[in-house]
C-alpha cells in the first residue's frame, strides 16, 4: 500500500494534527512502509472468523447511573491553559 | 548496595535500617547516576522523605502492611497527584495529574515510598526509549546502548540499583522487553489483573501494567500490591488474587513446558539462542518436561498488533486537544487552529505516525479492511495459545531476537523497530500473562528468557522463574560502573 502525499494531508486533517509542509515526504515514505507491513495481513484468509475486541471476549461492566464523583472543577481548572468564571476559554466559534 | 525488596522489608523488620536512612541512600545514587543514564524525568525527593518519615513511624508501631518503607519509582504515565505526570511528551510537560493512578493509590496505602516517576518512550509507544520528549535512556550494562522500551527508565533504574523495584506498562512488551535488554526480571500480568484506571491509555484493549525487580520473588511482592479488581476500571477482572509468594518454594517436577517453533527459527541471534538452551536445560534437570509446540500465526502478530494498537492510540490521544489541560499553541486563530498546532507541537514523530496510521485505518470505507481483519486475526493468534495450553502448562522462548543496540541504531526505519517485538506481542493480543528473566550475556549485554502462562496463572510464571533463580544467579548480576 502506497499513499500519496495529499493522502497524508487529509488523514493528519481527519486527526487534527498539523504536519510541516516539508516533512509529508517523509510521513509519506514511512507511512507506506508501516503500511506494506500491515499488508501482510492479507496473506491469511480470516473469513467467517469473529473479531476479537477483548482478549477475555468479556464485555463492558456497566455499573448503576448514580454519582459517584465530587465536583472539583476548581482543581481541575487549575492545569488548564486558559480559563474565565469556571469555563474553559477558547478561540471564538459562533460569529 | 543493590538489596532486592525481600532484602528491604527484613531490614527494615529487624530494624537494621529505617525507611527514611534507605530512601535518602537511593535518592543519593540517583542524583549521583541519573545524569548518566536519564532514567526519571522527576525525582520527588520531598515527597519521598515525607512518606519514608510516616513508614517509619508505621513501622514503629508495628502496622506495617506489604511494602511499608520500600523505595519504588514509577513509570510517568500512572497519574500521580500533585506531581506532574508527562508521559514522557512535550504536550503533557505541564501537566500536574489531580489524581492518583489505583496502581499509586495501592502503592501509597500499603505505606511504599515514590522516588519519582522514570523515563520511557513518548505514550508508551516505542522499544528503545529514544522517543523521549526528555531524550534517550542510556543501558546500564553499555551506556551506548538502548535499554529498551517503552519502560526503559523503570527496567535501567532497577539494573542500575537507583531503586529497588519500579512499575511499567506493557502494551506490547514495553515491561518484558526493557527487563531483558537491562538484566532485571519483569512480569506482565493477565489483561484486568492490574487496574488500568489512572494509566495514560495506549491500546486499551492491550495495556496491562506490572513491576520489575531484581527477582521474581520480588516481583511477587509487587504483583500483590498491586493486582485485583477495580470498579473504576471497567475491564477489571473480579477474579480473586491469590497469595503469589506462597507458591514460590513449590518445586516445577512434572512441569510441562512448550518451546514454540516459531519462537527459535529464523531471526533470532544464534549466540542468544544457545543461552536460552543452556537456561532450558536448568529447567529440565529441575524435573521440568520440555516439549516442542507450535504457534503457527506468530508471523501475523507484527501487522495486527500494529493495526489494533495505532487504531486504539489515534482514538485515546483525541483527548489531547489543548483545551482543558496540556500543551496549547501561541496564538490560534481559531478552534481548528488550535487543535491542530497544539497537537503538532505537543506529539513528537513516532506519536503522530501512529496516530495517522490508526486514523487511517478506522477512516470510512477502510474499517474492514485493517481494524476488522486485524480482530479475526486477533483470535486466530489466541487460539493458537489456547491450543498450546491443552498440552503444556507454560510456554518458553526468548523475550527479543538480539541484545540491546546501540542508541540510534534503528530511529530511520520505524519497520525494522517493529520487528524487535516479534516475541512480545502476541502475548498482549492473546491478554496472556507473561514475564522476563535474565538467564546470561552476549557480548556483556544481558539476555532476557520469556514464560508466558494461561489466564490468572501469574503464580506458576513466578514459580518457575523463582526456582530458575535458586539455582542461577543471572538475576543478581549488577553492571560494574553501578555497582
Known amino acids: 500500500m502506497t499513499l500519496k502525499s495529499d493522502d497524508v494531508r487529509s488523514i493528519a486533517h481527519l ?54 464523583e465530587s465536583n472539583q472543577r476548581d482543581k481541575f481548572q487549575q492545569i488548564a491553559p486558559d480559563v474565565a468564571d469556571g469555563f474553559y476559554r477558547v478561540p471564538r466559534v459562533i460569529e | 548496595m543493590a538489596l532486592t525488596v525481600t532484602e528491604i522489608r ?47 513511624e508505621r513501622l514503629a508501631m508495628g502496622n506495617a502492611g506489604l511494602l511499608t518503607g520500600v523505595p519504588i519509582a514509577h513509570k510517568d504515565l500512572f497519574c500521580t497527584d500533585g506531581v506532574r505526570t508527562s508521559c514522557a511528551s512535550r504536550i503533557l510537560d505541564n501537566f500536574i495529574a489531580p489524581y492518583d493512578a489505583t496502581v499509586i493509590e495501592r502503592f501509597r496505602e500499603t505505606g511504599a515510598v515514590m522516588l519519582g516517576k522514570t523515563n520511557m518512550d513518548e505514550f508508551a509507544m516505542g522499544s528503545s526509549n529514544e522517543n523521549s520528549h526528555y531524550g534517550s535512556v542510556a543501558n ?27 512499575t511499567g506498562t506493557d502494551t506490547g512488551g514495553s515491561i518484558r522487553q526493557p527487563a531483558a535488554l537491562c538484566g532485571v526480571t519483569g ?50 477482572s473480579e477474579t480473586p488474587v491469590p497469595d503469589y509468594s506462597a507458591t514460590l518454594d513449590q518445586g516445577i517436577e512434572g512441569l510441562r513446558i512448550g518451546l514454540p517453533k516459531e519462537y527459535f527459527a ?29 504457534l503457527p500465526n506468530t508471523g501475523l502478530s507484527i501487522p495486527t498488533y500494529y493495526v489494533i494498537a495505532m487504531a486504539e492510540a489515534s482514538s485515546n490521544l483525541s483527548r489531547f486537544d489543548g483545551v482543558r489541560f496540556g500543551h496549547r499553541c501561541a496564538d490560534p486563530v481559531d478552534l481548528e487552529d488550535l487543535y491542530k498546532r497544539s497537537r503538532g507541537e505537543g506529539f513528537g514523530k513516532e506519536v503522530k505516525r501512529r496516530i495517522l496510521i490508526g486514523t487511517y485505518a478506522l477512516s470510512a470505507g477502510y474499517y474492514d479492511a485493517y481494524y476488522l481483519k486485524a480482530q479475526q486475526l486477533r483470535r486466530m493468534i489466541k487460539d493458537d495459545f489456547q491450543a498450546a495450553f491443552d498440552s503444556v502448562d507454560l510456554i518458553l522462548g526468548p523475550t527479543t531476537p538480539e541484545v540491546a543496540f546501540a542508541i540510534g541504531a534503528k530511529t530511520d526505519d520505524p519497520v525494522s523497530m517493529y520487528l524487535q517485538d516479534i516475541y512480545t506481542i502476541s502475548l498482549n493480543l492473546a491478554g496472556l500473562p507473561g514475564m522476563s528473566l535474565p538467564v546470561g550475556f552476549v557480548d556483556g549485554l544481558p539476555v532476557g528468557m520469556q514464560l508466558f502462562a494461561n489466564y490468572f496463572d501469574e503464580a506458576r510464571l513466578l514459580q518457575t522463574a523463582h526456582q530458575y533463580q535458586q539455582v542461577s544467579d543471572w538475576h543478581l548480576q549488577t553492571p560494574e560502573a553501578f555497582s
Open chain 2, 187 to 236: 512480569i506482565k500480568p493477565t489483561y484486568g489483573r492490574v487496574s488500568r484506571y489512572g494509566m495514560i491509555a495506549f491500546g486499551s484493549s492491550l495495556d496491562q501494567g506490572g513491576p520489575f525487580a531484581r527477582s521474581a520473588a520480588d516481583c511477587a511482592l509487587l504483583l500483590q500490591a498491586m493486582a485485583g479488581f477495580d470498579a473504576r476500571d471497567s475491564t477489571s
Open chain 2, 10 to 56: 527484613q531490614g527494615l523488620a529487624a530494624g537494621e535500617f529505617s525507611s527514611s536512612e534507605i530512601t535518602r541512600d537511593y535518592l543519593a545514587r540517583i542524583a549521583q547516576h541519573n545524569p548518566a543514564l536519564n532514567c526519571f524525568i522527576s525525582v520527588t525527593e520531598a515527597l519521598a522523605l515525607d512518606q519514608a518519615r510516616a513508614a517509619d
Open chain 2, 140 to 166: 546500564p550494562w553499555k551506556t551506548t546502548h538502548v535499554p529498551g522500551g517503552s519502560s526503559g527508565g523503570s527496567a535501567a533504574a532497577v539494573a542500575a540499583g537507583l531503586a529497588p523495584a519500579a
Open chain 1, 15 to 68: 486527526a487534527r494534527l498539523h504536519i510541516d509542509d516539508d516533512s509529508v515526504d517523509q510521513y509519506v515514505d514511512d507511512l507506506s512502509s508501516i503500511l506494506t507491513l500491515v499488508d501482510q495481513m492479507n496473506l491469511v484468509d480470516s473469513s467467517g472468523v469473529k473479531p476479537l475486541a477483548n482478549p477475555l471476549d468479556a464485555s463492558q461492566r456497566l455499573r448503576v447511573d448514580e454519582v459517584t
Open chain 2, 266 to 294: 529464523e531471526g533470532l541471534d544464534s549466540r542468544l539462542a544457545k543461552v536460552i538452551d543452556t537456561a532450558i536445560d536448568e529447567l529440565r534437570r529441575l524435573g521440568a518436561d520440555i516439549r516442542e509446540i507450535s
